[in-house]
Antibody, heavy 117, light 109 residues
Framework: EVQLVESGGGLVQPGGSLRLSCAASGFTLSSYWMHWVRQAPGKGLVWVSRISSDGTGTNYADSVKGRFTISRDNAKNTLYLQMNSLRAEDTAVYYC??????????WGQGTLVTVSS | EIVLTQSPGTLSLSPGERATLSCRASQSVSSSYLAWYQQKPGQAPRLLIYGASSRATGIPDRFSGSGSGTDFTLTISRLEPEDFAVYYCQQYGTSPPFTFGQGTRLEIK
């Protein structure tokens, strides 16, 4: 069974940093591109970033470019999102998702990031 | 960037009725790379439809998708109580960003 479990969310002050993790099981992580999608409280889904199966290719939404870094450790079956210079508007539930192409076929349950002083 | 606009914002129907949800793109979606997701409160989204009209694994056949180019539709033929949720369309073409629509809330009348 495919499972994705996010962790690392919490309360952080504006300008701070946080690293999210997504532990994958039930499939071979190295075979799939992976994505992060976020959802602000009461709002819709917003695509954040993706990384190629071998980690050499990445893309970002303009709103996070230069502040967020996606990475992966296939040996540890884990996806990461390093978030720096956090802003109040980054407050959201962050989901990791497995993709075929850019189709998001499996999602984790999400981890909440709150940026507030 | 492709902007997806979903309508209506909220749809109020009764179990057993037919639901028709619309997703319109600001430019043509390549190769019908259009997906629909269902999200219930407190849960992650779940893939329903991909390629505009193909059902994902385990999705009941009362869910169907249609459309091409810039106009797409999700139809639920006979609403079951568990179908009341928020539905999002997403385009997943060749280039990011892979945008979502703002969602349609399907509520019990």
């Amino acid at each position: 069974e495919v499972q994705l479990v996010e962790s690392g969310g919490g309360l952080v002050q504006p300008g701070g940093s946080l690293r999210l993790s997504c532990a994958a099981s039930g499939f071979t992580l190295s075979s799939y591109w992976m994505h992060w999608v976020r959802q602000a409280p009461g709002k819709g889904l917003v695509w954040v970033s993706r990384i190629s199966s071998d980690g050499t290719g990445t893309n970002y939404a303009d709103s996070v470019k230069g502040r967020f870094t996606i990475s992966r450790d296939n040996a540890k079956n884990t996806l990461y999102l390093q978030m720096n210079s956090l802003r109040a508007e980054d407050t959201a539930v962050y989901y990791c998702a497995r993709s075929g192409g850019a189709l998001l076929s499996y999602w984790g349950q999400g981890t909440l990031v709150t940026v507030s002083s | 960037e492709i902007v997806l606009t979903q309508s209506p914002g909220t749809l109020s129907l009764s179990p057993g009725e037919r639901a028709t949800l619309s997703c319109r793109a600001s430019q043509s979606v390549s190769s019908s790379y259009l997906a629909w997701y269902q999200q219930k409160p407190g849960q992650a989204p779940r893939l329903l439809i991909y390629g505009a009209s193909s059902r994902a694994t385990g999705i009941p056949d009362r869910f169907s998708g249609s459309g091409s180019g810039t106009d797409f539709t999700l139809t639920i033929s006979r609403l079951e109580p568990e179908d009341f949720a928020v539905y999002y369309c997403q385009q997943y073409g060749t280039s990011p960003p892979f945008t979502f629509g703002q969602g349609t809330r399907l509520e019990i009348k």
